[in-house]
């Protein structure tokens, strides 16, 4: 099934810093999301970008696409400690029903004082 | 405001008891989903719903079964825990495929 990988696996980075993460994925893609999972709970949707688009943004966040390169990446500026978290991306691709419904293993965050 | 709840933020099971887990969402959405989430194996799919007494099987449905009665609501059943199934379990659900999903808290469960 389709799933996406993300790298680094963990990002440790001072307060105030930009934090990037990246996904790449295998097959191709009607849309790819990421997700932000603090400890122990759910995940919470962050921001969904179209395989017709190249970049998005959403507050303190940026995604960009390459689907040439089946790759994602997100970048956060000016973290915070509330940024701490694991954050997945999701690639999906329409009428595969349950086969590409996986999440990657996720970049865990950590944002230092 | 969306709401996805799970019945039990822990729950504790002894090796060879049938356990129920259950997941409610209030936004009439027609896919629901329950996936298992273990360290270093990420997300994986158990089982979805994609309308009512509708299921497929993911990625890893032995030892589970499903069930969903009402459009609101989706189960998980272990017929008979054993302790490979201590995990975390998380519920979501979406309105359409692929659309953004929307996750319940999760259910620790641990099995003796």
């Known amino acids: 099934s389709q799933q996406g990988e993300e790298d680094p696996q963990a990002l440790s980075i001072q307060e105030g810093e930009n934090a990037t993460m990246n996904c790449s994925y295998k097959?191709?893609?009607?849309?790819l999301q990421w997700y932000r999972q603090n400890s122990g709970r759910g995940l919470v949707h962050l921001i969904l970008i179209r395989s017709n688009e190249r970049e998005k943004h959403s507050g303190r966040l940026r995604v960009t696409l390459d689907t040439s390169k089946k790759s994602s990446s997100l970048l956060i500026t000016a973290s915070r400690a509330a940024d701490t978290a694991s954050y997945f991306c999701a690639p999906w691709r329409a009428g595969g029903g349950a086969d590409g419904l996986t999440f990657g293993k996720g970049t865990h965050l950590i944002i230092q004082p | 405001d969306v709401k996805v709840t799970q019945s039990s933020r822990y729950l504790v099971k002894r090796t060879g008891e049938k356990v129920f887990l259950e997941c409610v969402q209030d936004m009439d959405h027609e896919n629901m989903f329950w996936y298992r989430q273990d360290p270093g194996l990420g997300l994986r799919l158990i089982y979805f719903?994609?309308?009512?007494?509708?299921?497929e099987k993911g990625d890893i449905p032995e030892g589970y079964s499903v069930s969903r009665e009402k459009k609101e609501r989706f189960s998980l059943i272990l017929e008979s825990a054993s302790t490979n199934q201590t995990s975390m379990y998380l519920c979501a659900s979406c309105t359409s495929l692929p659309d953004t999903q929307y996750f319940g808290p999760g259910t620790r469960l641990t099995v003796l």
């Open positions: 719903s994609y309308d009512v007494k509708m299921k």
């Open positions: 097959t191709s893609i009607n849309n």
